[in-house]
């Protein structure tokens, strides 16, 4: 299985579909790639949430 650049991933997105080139690469390069486990959850609450100042 080949392994896709963090670039090329993004571009896939519909979200980041507008972005310029340099744009894009500013993004990938802000990409932390994670492997999951089928079934394990990609996703948590946050341990200190920011207070809310509008609830």
Known sequence: MTMLSSLD???RV???SMLTES???SVAD???KR????GKSSWSRARNPMPCSSC
């Open 14 to 16: 519909p979200l980041f």
């Open 9 to 11: 991933l993004i571009r």
């Open 35 to 38: 492997r999951f486990k089928r």
């Open 23 to 25: 744009q894009a690469i």
């Open 30 to 32: 802000a990409v932390v």
